[in-house]
């Protein structure tokens, strides 16, 4: 099974959508982040995730995270 075929064709990017195949190339690994604003355990996670992504990342794109809002609309 495709990464299109889990997320559909598009991804955002910030504010900007983008192709998943695009989004996702080169990573060796992806990550799917399920979360919310509202969630505590969710904010203090985001942050421990950030530096995780950041340090993996320093020295070519290894990983990848697919963040899935369950914030509601």
């Known amino acids: 099974m495709s990464f299109e075929e889990i997320f559909g064709p598009n991804l955002l990017h910030g504010k900007t959508e983008v192709t ?3 989004s996702l190339a080169g990573a060796k690994f992806t990550g799917i982040y399920f ?3 509202w969630a505590p355990p969710c904010r203090l996670f985001t942050k421990t995730l950030a530096e995780f992504y950041a340090n993996s990342n320093k020295d070519g794109r290894v990983f990848e995270v697919v963040f899935v809002s369950v914030d509601g609309n």
């Open 35 to 37: 979360g919310a604003h």
């Open 20 to 22: 998943t195949t695009a």
